[in-house]
């Protein structure tokens, strides 16, 4: 499975552009798409592979945000406010507790 996030771009010179993941900033390769500064693009594998509308791609960092917590670069929620989706979402893989069968995971 391939997974593009979106990226706001903050600048282009040619090809190349800085985009901002909600805090980290990268260069990517912008030759496939029409982006400019203020745009957002999914990015996937360096490159920016689509151009996407504002409000989508803030709906799209929330619901990262609620999967991943702080490891999107968006704000996590308070403690209190986790439930059982993002409660593990600052560690890795290797130290979360094994799924359950049948507990609705592939």
Not at 25 to 46: K, P, Q, T
Not at 55 to 77: D, I, N, S
């Amino acid at each position: 499975m391939c997974l593009g996030i979106p990226a706001l771009v903050k600048e282009r010179t040619g090809d190349i552009g800085r985009v901002d993941f909600g805090g980290t900033a990268r260069e990517v390769n912008l030759s496939l798409v029409d982006a400019r500064a203020g745009d957002y693009v999914i990015v996937h594998a360096g490159f920016a592979i689509q151009v996407m509308e504002e409000k989508q791609a803030l709906e799209t960092l929330e619901l990262f945000r609620e999967v991943y917590g702080e490891q999107v670069g968006l704000p996590a929620p308070p403690e209190a406010a986790r439930d059982e989706r993002t409660a593990y979402s600052g560690q890795r893989a290797a130290d979360r507790p094994a799924r359950k069968k049948g507990d609705g995971h592939a």
